[in-house]
């Protein structure tokens, strides 16, 4: 296997052959239970939380810092009105305008980079609600292109299987396994969040995490 001298980025397989490693959106599957949905020009994930700095008297600079809200996610999606579905109905409901849901849903995103199912990637977006949908009817392009906003509960990954997705990569670079991390990443036990786990305290204590 031939890597880059200074990042060690893979090059090629071990047998010198040329390999592709870039992730790109032709290997993305999105899913509503069991449907695929089709006609999607984008689809944008957005994961924020925000971090509260800790500064005392007497001292200058901060002298700690930590998260002091819960995770927010969302994003949007753009869809050509295909199938004569509008983006609603695509995603598997029965209305079509904001107004009518009442009812949250999911959405399955499936990374199919590798051949080996058991390597392939789901990221399950939960408890997805509609905020915006959007569209234009133009004289100058005929093409109606849905615009759908969201928010969402959780979002979680894993290996099909249930393991943990992160693991590496390629290279099975070293990683710290910190298992309250890992459990919340998987979305273990319904869990949505990791800063509620007893030792916070402790984490980096002994060994070494970075």
């Not at 290996?159 to 298992?179: M, S, W």
């Not at 786990?197 to 070494?208: F, Q, T, V």
């Amino acid at each position: 296997m031939a890597l880059a001298p200074n990042t060690q980025s893979t090059l090629t397989f071990d047998t010198d052959k040329n390999r592709t490693s870039t992730s790109i959106s032709t290997n993305i599957l999105i899913m509503v239970g069991n449907t695929a949905v089709g006609a999607i020009q984008s689809l944008s994930v957005s994961e924020k939380k925000a971090v509260k700095m800790i500064d005392e008297v007497g001292t200058d600079g901060h002298i700690d810092s930590v998260p002091n809200s819960s995770a927010n996610i969302g994003g949007n999606c753009t869809r050509v009105r295909f199938d004569r579905l509008r983006i609603s109905e695509a995603f598997g409901r029965g209305f079509l305008h904001v107004a009518a849901q009442a009812y949250p849903f999911d959405i399955v995103i499936i990374d199919r980079q590798k051949k080996d199912q058991g390597s392939q990637i789901s990221t399950v977006i939960k408890n997805v609600w509609i905020t915006g949908i959007d569209y234009n009817y133009q004289a100058n392009d005929w093409v109606i292109v849905d615009t759908m906003t969201w928010e969402a509960e959780h979002i979680y990954s894993f290996l099909n299987g249930g393991n943990n997705a992160a693991t590496g990569g390629e290279r099975q670079i070293p990683i710290n396994k910190i298992d309250i991390e890992q459990e919340t990443d998987r979305g273990a036990n319904g869990r949505r969040g990791s800063l509620d786990a007893s030792g916070l305290i402790d984490i980096g204590s002994s060994g070494d995490l970075f």
